[in-house]
């Protein structure tokens, strides 16, 4: 062996047998981290350079066949090992290096694509493998990262040409996707990359290939689904969990979305729901836990398999397998969770599954299965994501391949980042001061009322009066004005509010702001502007707590109920004063406009029923691969989605929702169409009059839509603002004007109270952590509003939902449908035969008794039920055991077949003979006995079977101390006993017996 290395092979085994005798490290990251990297180093061919698919665990032999995708994480290994001291940085860009000569010089490719698995010593095809198209990529990927890692050397030459060469439109193979292969026998392989799973690294390669590159379409040609939610997350789901974070460990996509999802988010609910699903299923498999759990392609007992979860229907869970890399390679997107549960593996098992290359493969923590190999990639996404974690190198080096940026943009990632910088920041506040300082400006100093507009405007709109309120609030919240100061000129608002003539308790939409008429001119109320002043009413008395009962008065004298239609179930919008009529055709249809929020003070005060809100319109707009509420583009733009959203938290909600994406659309818009900026709203026109309901202009945009969407798109809204700036769109000292033709540059020198109040708001919610949301949620109207309307009671989409597709009702995605319920009965544990079952098989370790015969030398199965009523638990057993048979009484009733049953009633872990919990057993002929009390069992009964015999035991609920009832968690475990010729000889299967501190923990069976 020796002599085959040379001299570099030489210097590193030097360097695996100093690190092979080094004390563990007091970081278990750290220290595994640097066994993945020896699997890299050892594991790499001395000649060829190739890595090797999998290897002996314990590091006894080299593997025998290479997996270009083994290279693909081996690449960057070397970088990390370089970067961290662990090898000199010369002998990490020699190993790289060789590496890649043999990759481009003597492994056959087909259109630069490379064949699944090759021969270590050779390079030649293996295993009739595929041209595999991912596998291929990510070779490529991590070719780039050890290019830009040393840059302007022969690495850098060799991973550009190795990028250069692939033809990625011919794996595309004239469809939409790229197919995931090609065999020289038979040509493309059917399946194709069209749903959501690891590919998304590929397709941005593909996307930004310097010499063949494929549209951007095919961003958008994959199917995102399956959707699905588990344990209140919904997410893109694909079962095994390196489907989730392979792409990721590459491309850095914190801080972003598409059209579709946060692919990040999306990871970490996929990592977080799997956890919860072992949780789950720790009913069938004990040992899984909080801290012991993953589930992912991986070596299993029968072979390499691809099992994960959720949902756990695709694909076997993996009968108790736990998987070291699926937690490893999600450690960047749930740090905690995953470093328990590597802790946890490292603690409890030690050098059973902690070997020279860090965890083996996989294990079986119940059964005592391990897995004696580790496989590259397992051990690769394991490494990198540690890295990533620990420093974000990995996505450093590689996102600055050329075109990788280009290409993200391209794909319509925006950012979702909220951590601004101080300049930008700083920026914010004094753009709020001075939109303060307009607002002000506008305000009528003898009654407190604002203008609507500048210039010679006399009257103002009730918006336009609770949006001024709502803005004393934001002033004093940003320290623009004392919290004194601003209550003063509230009273005076208040004031002039309460002189305002009302019809059913609302005020004329329109009133002149010197003598507090109402207009001659429109003489209308408007429910809509009536919500709007209502939400700046009870936010001002949230704020001011000296003027809360005028304000909640002024609310309360609304009468809804007149203007709700009960044969259409639908509001109408408003009631002529001058002529005392309504007008029916004038009504609140859609759900994504400005009038929701009257719609929801109808339903919170009484005067419509709930069904009103659910009638709403929610059809649904698309533009630039993105779903929004109607009527959008047309109906009056970004503000009639966002305004209410100023005061009422939506952000979880359909509402919310679309909101987000509409901005996202405009964002999407303008750079497909090359404008310079982006914020379509209605808005004052350049050219004279209001561009308001189907007179929005591409050519005319307008500051405050862009800042509406500030929350979730910082970093687009600023740089956004500056492009405005420089098209002098800003004035010094009062904020920005309200519009601009971005193709002639003529901007509207005009500032509209509407717009400026959403603009200073948006900034008060983002500067001030949502003081204004925060203020109104507390009134009790907005409460009850709140609790009686499904869409704020049982949110769509909160922040574990990661998906931006919308959906009539996404609530009711679902994973999988749960089994249906019986009556009353406890959740039922069935087993199969010994060779089938997965049931725990008691080991010395872990079991009240040694086994020494293996199960198959014993036939022996078991089926175990259990029921209940009122007054007992009926535990039932059915035996398959030929040769069962007991000749003991009572109290040695153990030594012979039988079947036991523990019970824990506090559910504090058993402790062996305490009178506070119980071992009943069970054996022929109709025998049976309860140890810990030494009683006998009434209404107990054993009777042979044709092939063993059946159980029926009826223990009383008084007995065991409990009262039961639905919901009620019992801590129990059964246990089937089977002697053979010898007593010394036996088997014995246990559902579930867990030694701990201070007792033994059970199984729990949950009474339905």
Same mark, same amino acid.
């Given at each position: 062996m020796l002599r085959r290395l040379g001299c570099l092979g030489l210097l590193l085994l030097t360097w695996s047998a100093a690190h092979a005798a080094s004390p563990p490290a007091p970081d278990l990251q750290d220290e595994l981290a640097r066994r993945c990297v020896r699997f890299f180093v050892e594991q790499r061919h001395p000649e060829t350079g190739l890595i090797a698919n999998l290897a002996?665990?314990?590091?006894?032999?080299? /593997?025998?066949?290479?997996?270009?995708?083994?290279?693909?994480?081996?690449? =960057?290994?070397?970088?990390?090992?370089?970067?961290?001291?662990?090898?000199?940085?010369?002998?990490?860009?020699?190993?790289?290096?060789?590496?890649?000569?043999?990759? @481009?010089?003597?492994?056959?490719?087909?259109?630069?694509?490379?064949?699944?698995?090759?021969?270590?010593?050779?390079?030649?095809?293996?295993?009739?493998?595929?041209?595999?198209?991912?596998?291929?990529a990510l070779l490529v990927a991590g070719a780039l990262t050890a290019g830009r890692y040393f840059p302007g050397t022969e690495v850098e030459t060799l991973a550009a040409e190795l990028y250069r060469r692939v033809e990625w439109p011919w794996m595309l193979n004239g469809g939409a996707t790229l197919s995931m292969g090609w065999f020289p026998e038979s040509g493309f392989i059917a399946s194709r990359w069209d749903v959501y799973s690891e590919h998304m690294l590929m397709d941005l390669l593909a996307m930004a290939a310097p010499e063949h590159p494929v549209s951007p379409d095919l961003w958008h040609a994959w199917a995102r689904r399956p959707i699905g939610t588990y344990a209140g997350r919904t997410f893109l789901q694909c079962p095994p969990l390196f489907t989730h974070q392979y792409s990721q460990a590459w491309v850095d996509f914190r801080g972003q979305r598409d059209a579709y999802a946060d692919y990040w988010h999306n990871s970490t609910l996929a990592t977080l729901a799997q956890r919860q699903l072992c949780i789950d299923m720790a009913w069938s498999y004990p040992a899984y836990g909080p801290d012991m759990w993953g589930l992912t392609s991986s070596d299993g007992p029968?072979?390499?398999?691809?099992?994960?979860?959720?949902?756990?229907?695709?694909?076997?869970?993996?009968?108790?397998?736990?998987?070291?890399?699926?937690?490893?390679?999600?450690?960047?997107?749930?740090?905690?969770?995953?470093?328990?549960?590597? *802790?946890?593996?490292?603690?409890?098992?030690?050098?059973?599954?902690?070997?020279?290359?860090g965890f083996v493969d996989a294990f079986n923590p119940g059964t005592g299965w391990t897995s004696p190999v580790v496989i590259g990639i397992d051990v690769g996404i394991t490494l990198l994501m540690l890295e990533n974690a620990r420093s974000g190198k990995v996505w450093e080096w590689f996102m600055q391949t050329t075109g990788i940026q280009e290409a993200i943009g391209t794909a319509g990632f925006v950012s979702t980042a909220r951590d601004l910088t101080q300049e930008d920041r700083a920026y914010l506040e004094v753009l709020a001061a001075d939109t303060w300082r307009c607002?002000?400006?506008?305000?009528?100093?003898?009654?407190?009322?604002?203008?609507?507009?500048?210039?010679?405007?006399?009257?103002?709109?009730?918006?336009?009066?609770?949006?001024?309120?709502?803005?004393?609030?934001?002033?004093?919240?940003?320290?623009?004005?004392?919290?004194?100061?601003?209550?003063?000129?509230?009273?005076?608002?208040?004031?002039?509010?309460?002189?305002?003539?009302?019809?059913?308790?609302?005020?004329?939409?329109w009133n002149h702001v010197t003598t507090l008429q109402p207009s001659s001119n429109d003489t209308w109320i408007s429910i809509l502007d009536s919500g709007n002043l209502a939400a700046g009413l009870l936010t001002a008395g949230e704020a001011f707590p000296d003027l809360r009962e005028r304000c909640r008065a002024l609310v309360a004298a609304m009468e809804w109920g007149h203007f709700y239609?009960?044969?259409?179930?639908?509001?109408?919008?408003?009631?002529?004063?001058?002529?005392?009529?309504?007008? =029916?055709?004038?009504?609140?249809?859609?759900?994504?406009?400005?009038?929701?929020?009257? %719609? +929801?003070?109808?339903?919170?005060?009484?005067?419509?029923?709930?069904?009103?809100w659910e009638k709403q319109d929610r059809g649904m707009e698309s533009r630039c691969h993105t779903q929004y509420l109607k009527?959008?583009?047309? /109906?009056?733009?970004?503000?009639?989605?966002?305004?209410?959203?100023?005061?009422?938290?939506?952000?979880?909600?359909?509402?919310?929702?679309?909101?987000?994406?509409?901005?996202?659309?405009?964002? *999407?818009?303008?750079?497909?169409?090359?404008?310079?900026?982006?914020?379509?709203?209605?808005?004052?026109?350049?050219?004279?009059?209001?561009?308001?309901?189907?007179?929005?202009?591409?050519?005319?945009?307008?500051?405050?839509? %862009?800042?509406?969407?500030?929350?979730?798109?910082?970093?687009?809204?600023?740089?956004?603002?500056?492009?405005?700036?420089?098209?002098?769109?800003?004035s010094e000292h009062e904020g920005f004007f309200d519009a601009v033709?971005?193709?002639?540059?003529?901007?509207?020198?005009?500032?509209?109270?509407?717009?400026?109040?959403?603009?200073?708001?948006?900034?008060? !919610?983002?500067?001030?952590?949502?003081?204004?949301?925060?203020?109104f949620q507390r009134d009790p109207l907005v409460r009850r509003g709140r609790e009686l309307l499904a869409d704020f009671r049982s949110p769509s989409y909160g922040t574990n939902v990661s998906i931006y597709v919308l959906a009539e009702d996404p609530v009711n995605i679902r994973a999988f449908e749960p089994p249906a319920k019986d009556p009353p009965r406890a959740r039922v544990r069935r087993v199969g035969a010994a060779g089938e079952s997965d049931w725990i098989r008691l080991s010395v370790s872990n079991g009240l008794e040694s086994i020494s015969?293996?199960?198959?030398?014993?036939?022996?199965?078991?089926?175990?039920?259990?029921?209940?009523?009122?007054?007992?638990?009926?535990?039932?057993?059915?035996?398959?055991?030929?040769?069962?048979?007991?000749?003991?009484?009572?109290?040695?009733?153990? %030594?012979?077949? &039988?079947?036991?049953?523990?019970?824990?009633?506090? /559910?504090?872990?058993?402790?062996?003979?305490?009178?506070?919990?119980?071992?009943?057993?069970?054996?022929?002929? !109709?025998?049976?006995?309860?140890? +810990?009390?030494?009683?006998?069992?009434?209404?107990?009964?054993?009777?042979?079977?044709?092939?063993?015999?059946?159980? *029926?035991?009826?223990? =009383?609920?008084?007995?065991?101390?409990?009262?039961?009832? =639905?919901?009620?968690?019992?801590? &129990?475990?059964?246990?089937?006993?089977?002697?053979?010729?010898?007593?010394?000889?036996?088997?014995?299967?246990?559902?579930?017996?867990?030694?701990?501190?201070?007792?033994?923990? @059970?199984?729990?069976?949950? @009474?339905?």
């Amino acid at each position: 062996m020796l002599r085959r290395l040379g001299c570099l092979g030489l210097l590193l085994l030097t360097w695996s047998a100093a690190h092979a005798a080094s004390p563990p490290a007091p970081d278990l990251q750290d220290e595994l981290a640097r066994r993945c990297v020896r699997f890299f180093v050892e594991q790499r061919h001395p000649e060829t350079g190739l890595i090797a698919n999998l290897a002996p665990a314990d590091g006894s032999a080299m /593997g025998e066949v290479c997996s270009i995708a083994s290279i693909g994480f081996g690449l =960057p290994a070397y970088c990390i090992a370089a970067e961290r001291g662990w090898i000199p940085r010369d002998e990490a860009l020699a190993l790289c290096l060789g590496t890649l000569k043999t990759v @481009l010089t003597r492994l056959e490719h087909h259109h630069g694509f490379l064949f699944h698995f090759v021969d270590m010593a050779t390079g030649a095809r293996r295993w009739d493998s595929e041209v595999s198209s991912i596998d291929t990529a990510l070779l490529v990927a991590g070719a780039l990262t050890a290019g830009r890692y040393f840059p302007g050397t022969e690495v850098e030459t060799l991973a550009a040409e190795l990028y250069r060469r692939v033809e990625w439109p011919w794996m595309l193979n004239g469809g939409a996707t790229l197919s995931m292969g090609w065999f020289p026998e038979s040509g493309f392989i059917a399946s194709r990359w069209d749903v959501y799973s690891e590919h998304m690294l590929m397709d941005l390669l593909a996307m930004a290939a310097p010499e063949h590159p494929v549209s951007p379409d095919l961003w958008h040609a994959w199917a995102r689904r399956p959707i699905g939610t588990y344990a209140g997350r919904t997410f893109l789901q694909c079962p095994p969990l390196f489907t989730h974070q392979y792409s990721q460990a590459w491309v850095d996509f914190r801080g972003q979305r598409d059209a579709y999802a946060d692919y990040w988010h999306n990871s970490t609910l996929a990592t977080l729901a799997q956890r919860q699903l072992c949780i789950d299923m720790a009913w069938s498999y004990p040992a899984y836990g909080p801290d012991m759990w993953g589930l992912t392609s991986s070596d299993g007992p029968e072979g390499y398999s691809a099992w994960g979860g959720p949902p756990y229907t695709s694909y076997c869970p993996g009968h108790g397998v736990v998987v070291p890399c699926a937690p490893g390679g999600s450690l960047p997107f749930a740090p905690q969770e995953c470093g328990r549960a590597l *802790q946890a593996m490292h603690d409890r098992f030690g050098e059973q599954i902690w070997k020279r290359y860090g965890f083996v493969d996989a294990f079986n923590p119940g059964t005592g299965w391990t897995s004696p190999v580790v496989i590259g990639i397992d051990v690769g996404i394991t490494l990198l994501m540690l890295e990533n974690a620990r420093s974000g190198k990995v996505w450093e080096w590689f996102m600055q391949t050329t075109g990788i940026q280009e290409a993200i943009g391209t794909a319509g990632f925006v950012s979702t980042a909220r951590d601004l910088t101080q300049e930008d920041r700083a920026y914010l506040e004094v753009l709020a001061a001075d939109t303060w300082r307009c607002l002000e400006g506008l305000v009528q100093p003898e009654t407190g009322v604002p203008r609507d507009r500048s210039g010679h405007s006399e009257e103002t709109s009730v918006s336009n009066l609770g949006l001024y309120l709502t803005d004393l609030v934001g002033a004093a919240e940003l320290g623009l004005l004392t919290w004194e100061g601003a209550a003063k000129r509230a009273v005076h608002s208040l004031e002039s509010i309460e002189k305002l003539k009302t019809c059913f308790g609302f005020q004329q939409s329109w009133n002149h702001v010197t003598t507090l008429q109402p207009s001659s001119n429109d003489t209308w109320i408007s429910i809509l502007d009536s919500g709007n002043l209502a939400a700046g009413l009870l936010t001002a008395g949230e704020a001011f707590p000296d003027l809360r009962e005028r304000c909640r008065a002024l609310v309360a004298a609304m009468e809804w109920g007149h203007f709700y239609d009960p044969k259409r179930d639908i509001m109408q919008g408003g009631y002529d004063v001058a002529n005392k009529r309504d007008n =029916p055709g004038w009504t609140l249809p859609f759900l994504g406009t400005d009038s929701r929020l009257a %719609c +929801f003070f109808a339903v919170a005060s009484g005067g419509a029923p709930v069904s009103m809100w659910e009638k709403q319109d929610r059809g649904m707009e698309s533009r630039c691969h993105t779903q929004y509420l109607k009527p959008g583009w047309q /109906g009056g733009g970004l503000f009639m989605q966002f305004i209410n959203g100023l005061w009422l938290d939506e952000r979880a909600t359909l509402m919310g929702r679309s909101a987000q994406n509409f901005a996202y659309a405009q964002i *999407q818009h303008a750079r497909q169409k090359g404008y310079p900026a982006w914020g379509w709203s209605a808005s004052d026109s350049p050219a004279g009059g209001y561009l308001g309901w189907g007179k929005i202009q591409d050519d005319v945009v307008t500051p405050h839509a %862009c800042v509406l969407a500030l929350e979730h798109f910082p970093q687009a809204v600023l740089a956004n603002l500056r492009v405005l700036e420089s098209l002098g769109v800003r004035s010094e000292h009062e904020g920005f004007f309200d519009a601009v033709d971005i193709k002639t540059g003529r901007r509207s020198e005009t500032y509209l109270l509407l717009d400026q109040s959403m603009l200073f708001l948006s900034l008060v !919610n983002f500067l001030c952590d949502d003081a204004i949301r925060a203020r109104f949620q507390r009134d009790p109207l907005v409460r009850r509003g709140r609790e009686l309307l499904a869409d704020f009671r049982s949110p769509s989409y909160g922040t574990n939902v990661s998906i931006y597709v919308l959906a009539e009702d996404p609530v009711n995605i679902r994973a999988f449908e749960p089994p249906a319920k019986d009556p009353p009965r406890a959740r039922v544990r069935r087993v199969g035969a010994a060779g089938e079952s997965d049931w725990i098989r008691l080991s010395v370790s872990n079991g009240l008794e040694s086994i020494s015969v293996p199960e198959s030398e014993r036939e022996l199965a078991a089926r175990i039920g259990f029921r209940w009523n009122e007054e007992v638990l009926v535990f039932e057993a059915t035996v398959s055991d030929r040769a069962a048979s007991n000749a003991f009484e009572s109290v040695d009733l153990h %030594c012979g077949d &039988c079947v036991e049953l523990f019970v824990d009633p506090q /559910g504090d872990g058993l402790q062996w003979a305490s009178s506070q919990d119980f071992q009943f057993g069970f054996a022929l002929p !109709n025998k049976s006995w309860e140890w +810990f009390g030494g009683r006998l069992l009434d209404h107990a009964e054993v009777v042979p079977t044709a092939d063993g015999y059946r159980v *029926q035991a009826r223990i =009383p609920w008084t007995l065991l101390g409990i009262e039961p009832k =639905p919901g009620l968690v019992l801590s &129990c475990s059964p246990a089937v006993k089977s002697v053979g010729a010898e007593s010394v000889r036996e088997v014995k299967l246990n559902w579930c017996w867990l030694q701990g501190s201070p007792g033994v923990r @059970l199984g729990q069976l949950v @009474l339905e």
